[in-house]
């Protein structure tokens, strides 16, 4: 993902604000997808909720952050027309490039996702 125009609110205090607009924003093109457990897929049809976006690291061309994301997860079960939605909250981790404004999401710390429909068991993100 390449957010050019964040380029100019690097050294804004307002930055992670900023982030969590053009994450909002390009909401499609989040990785919640590695999210997902049981082989669904991120619904169509939900927005996706975004919170707490932090850098949690400022050093060089390459910053590091997280944020937390809450969305819907459905599924087949067996009929074409049955659908199942589970409600699914995880975080992301990502990297921001400060001079090119290419975002990447860091796909080997995915951590454990917290399935809120059954129950409060954890899932570890597949």
């Known amino acids: 993902m390449i957010i050019p125009e964040i380029l100019e609110y690097i050294e804004d205090a307002d930055l992670e604000d900023?982030?969590?607009a053009a994450f909002i924003?390009?909401?499609h093109e989040l990785p919640l997808k590695a999210l997902?457990?049981?082989?669904?897929?991120?619904s169509a049809s939900s927005a996706v909720d975004i919170?707490?976006?932090?850098?949690?690291?400022?050093?060089g061309k390459v910053w590091t952050g997280k944020f937390s994301?809450?969305?819907f997860e459905e599924s087949q079960n067996g009929s074409e027309t049955e659908h199942l939605a589970?409600?699914?909250?995880?975080?992301?981790f990502f990297s921001l490039n400060i001079e090119t404004g290419q975002v990447t999401f860091v796909k080997d710390a995915w951590p454990v996702v917290r399935s809120q429909?059954?129950?409060p068991e954890l899932?570890?993100?597949q």
């Open 18 to 20: 900023w982030l969590t």
């Open 25 to 27: 924003e390009r909401e």
């Open 36 to 42: 997902c457990t049981n082989g669904g897929y991120p």
């Open 51 to 59: 919170w707490m976006v932090e850098i949690t690291s400022r050093t």
């Open 69 to 71: 994301v809450e969305f």
């Open 86 to 92: 589970q409600h699914q909250t995880g975080e992301l």
């Open 117 to 119: 429909n059954p129950g």
């Open 123 to 125: 899932v570890p993100a």
